[in-house]
């Protein structure tokens, strides 16, 4: 196959059919067409209107507490011996993660809709948290749905959830992880299309979502780009960030992805390795139809999506958002995968040197700055995305480690 | 061109009465078995077929659905075997319209063209693909009609009079109206307001109207077919497959009955329904 090829910007996508390249589109049933349609327009409106993004903006200070700052990781650096670390610490947002700057701009959509019914899936739950407190500011209804599977192995964010009101549905079909919560998200809103606002977590599914999730999340990078300016008077030599549907790197990446110098890296979740059970869908899947896009997917050779497997509930998606799909095959973003073993020493390695316990999906990005920055020059600056903390995962870990809490 | 639904639903014009479509997944429980209900369906009063090819994520299917998916699969099949399938049908009824019903992914594996020939070979009159609107009609739909084959649309009570138009575009063969906005096999919907959407739509196109979602039983049916072209039913016999299982899992003497015996009361009921409501 010829490599496709380069665009004048890779930053111009979606097209007006919802693809970027090949990915994208809009698979879904006819009963849901009309809603999404509706929600374009309401998108294109909101974005046009300065109201909202005043709006948004005041939240974004005052309520999630942006911006958050960029750190230089002076003892990590050290450690490694290579490039100047810097770490953007999306973790000391409000709720722990990078998923409530997007969960804000689709809840104050969803009031400019008139919704007042919230529904979201998630994974590790730091989603549905996001989601949850969100609805809670607002007096909305909010229904998660949650794979049973990780619902036990996430506990903590589930009573969480349930603090802030939320009504938590353990999904029990399939392999009870985050791609049933996702088909079981949809399902409520093939039957509940007329009151439901549908609030995704990631950069995947139908158009308008994956460009909308990532227009929220590339608040990450353009902050970036000025602390960068700031600090450093130059623009980074390197991004990195881990990939589960992949919303948090790409925020870091967007705002970047003109700029030709900056060599940006996504880590996906190699699991116990990519010949054996893992959630790389670049590495190990190729392009299919699932939850409204076209993308990369783990599936057999039937067309039957497999599951995904990670020791970090947000990453074990066996789908990858659609952008990313098409920025991996015009080569303007280099996918790694990290295996949960490395995810874990990398989890130790920062709690010990920085004093900052990571989220185990951030673990993954982690566990390749391990590996590339010893191979750079002082002089080039890296940005990790350090996309969640890693309270949620003590229990976890703990356990793996052996230790009785 | 006429298609084999074409020469059925003028038939049923002819006769005055409704048809009868019945919905039953490909390798259920076990494909041999899956086969010789497929092949009792006619006598047993269906007058179009839609085989399900089996998918893990059927996100606009209710439990029944996805359960016998997940059966078909766990007991091997696929979609080049759903597709000798129906080329084993076509053997001895020739006459009998079948659609395949069910997701995009498969077929996209499998290769659309190599697809569109190969289910044209084996008998297939109509493809029903759930996760292609008509914003997605390149994909499948447009190489589907020059083809030869049948794509049917589904209709929704989302589906305003703005949108029909483009939902009934590149629509052949019959629409399906679907009679609730939910998923498979849960609501039943309210019978009269179903009666005006299809007579909403028949203001819109020439095509046969097909109503399905929440017929249960000869009632349901006979209520539907006083308004619409053609009823249809899927879960409620793939329940009657699932409730003939043995506690293993697998099938026993009763299944295809169990399948053909409710296909023929709810025939009964559709077939009763003109003369009823006289
Ligand atoms: C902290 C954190 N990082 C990353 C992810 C993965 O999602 P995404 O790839 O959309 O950023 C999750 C998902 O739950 C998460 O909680």
Not at chain 1, 131 to 146: D, K, N, P
Request: glycine share 10%; proline share 5%.
């Amino acid at each position: 196959m010829n490599a496709p090829a380069k665009p004048n910007s890779f930053r111009s996508g979606p097209d007006e059919r919802g693809r970027f390249g090949i990915y994208g589109g809009r698979f879904v049933a006819e009963t849901l067409m009309p809603l999404i349609l509706d929600l374009e327009k309401a998108y294109a409106d909101a974005k046009a209107d300065p109201a909202y993004a005043a709006e948004m903006a005041g939240y974004l200070t005052h309520y999630v507490g942006r911006p958050s700052p960029l750190y230089f990781a002076e003892r990590l650096t050290e450690h490694l011996g290579g490039a100047k670390i810097y770490l953007k610490r999306e973790e000391l947002n409000h709720t722990g993660s990078h998923k409530v700057n997007n969960v804000l701009g689709q809840i104050l959509l969803a009031r400019r809709m008139g919704k007042k019914r919230i529904i979201a899936e998630t994974g590790a739950g730091q989603h549905g948290v996001a989601t949850a407190t969100l609805c809670a500011r607002f007096g909305l209804e909010c229904i998660v749905y949650m794979g049973a599977v990780d619902v036990a192995r996430q506990a903590s964010n589930v009573f969480r959830m349930k603090m802030l009101g939320a009504t938590v549905v353990p999904v029990q079909s399939g392999a009870k992880t985050l791609k049933d919560a996702m088909n079981e998200a949809l399902r409520d809103w093939v039957t509940n299309v007329g009151s439901t606002f549908y609030c995704i977590g990631t950069v995947a599914g139908p158009h308008p979502y994956p460009g909308m999730v990532r227009d929220f999340q590339s608040i990450i990078g353009r902050e970036t780009r000025e602390q960068m300016q700031e600090a450093e008077g130059r623009l980074p030599d390197s991004l990195i960030a881990c990939v589960g549907g992949g919303s948090n790197a790409i925020g870091l990446f967007h705002p970047f992805l003109d700029d030709p110098s900056v060599e940006i890296y996504g880590v996906e979740a190699a699991g116990h390795g990519l010949t054996h059970l893992h959630a790389a869908s670049i590495a190990g899947g190729r392009a299919g139809v699932l939850h409204g896009n076209r993308t990369y997917l783990l599936m057999d050779d039937d067309g039957q999506i497999q599951e995904g497997h990670s020791i970090s509930a947000g990453l074990d998606y066996p789908g990858i958002g659609p952008e990313h799909s098409w920025l991996s095959d015009v080569g303007r973003v280099t996918y790694l995968s990290a295996t949960d073993d490395e995810a874990l020493e990398a989890f130790q390695l920062l709690s010990k040197v920085e004093g900052i316990i990571p989220a185990l999906e951030c673990a993954h990005a982690l566990a390749k700055v391990k590996d590339l920055a010893p191979t750079k020059p002082k002089d080039h600056i890296m940005v990790m995305n350090l996309s969640g903390r890693g309270d949620k995962d003590v229990p976890q870990v703990a356990e793996i480690l052996g230790t009785k809490l | 061109m006429t298609t084999r639904l074409d020469t059925r639903f003028a038939d049923l014009a002819r006769a005055g009465r409704a048809g009868l479509v019945t919905y039953v997944m490909a390798g259920d429980p076990d494909r041999e078995t899956a086969r010789a209900i497929l092949q009792a369906l006619p006598g047993a009063g269906a007058d179009v077929i839609e085989f399900g090819m089996p998918f893990t994520d059927p996100m606009a299917d209710g439990p029944s659905i996805q359960a016998a998916g997940l059966r078909a699969l766990g007991a091997g099949q696929t979609l080049r075997k759903t597709l000798e399938d129906i080329a084993w049908f076509r053997a001895s009824d020739p006459t009998t319209p079948i659609v395949l019903m069910g997701y995009y992914n498969p077929i996209y594996i499998y290769g659309v063209e190599k697809f569109l020939v190969d289910a044209k070979a084996a008998g297939v009159d109509g493809l029903i693909v759930v996760d292609l609107p008509p914003e997605e009609d390149e994909e499948l739909c447009l190489p589907a009609l020059k083809a030869g084959l049948n794509f049917i649309r589904l209709a929704t009570p989302t589906t305003d009079d703005k949108r029909l138009p483009k939902v009934l575009q590149n629509t052949s063969g019959f629409v399906y109206y679907v009679s609730i906005t939910g998923i498979t096999g849960m609501a039943t919907p309210d019978f009269g307001q179903t009666a005006s959407a299809v007579a909403r739509i028949k203001k819109h196109t020439s095509l046969p109207v097909a109503v399905g979602f929440g017929v249960k039983n000869a009632d349901h049916a006979s209520a539907v077919a006083r308004g619409a072209d053609a009823v249809v039913v899927g879960s409620a016999l793939v329940d009657q497959v699932k409730g003939s299982l043995d506690a293993s899992g697998k099938a026993t003497a009763g299944t295809v009955s169990a399948v053909t015996d409710l296909v023929s009361s709810i025939s009964a009921g559709v077939r009763g329904a003109r003369k009823a409501a006289e």
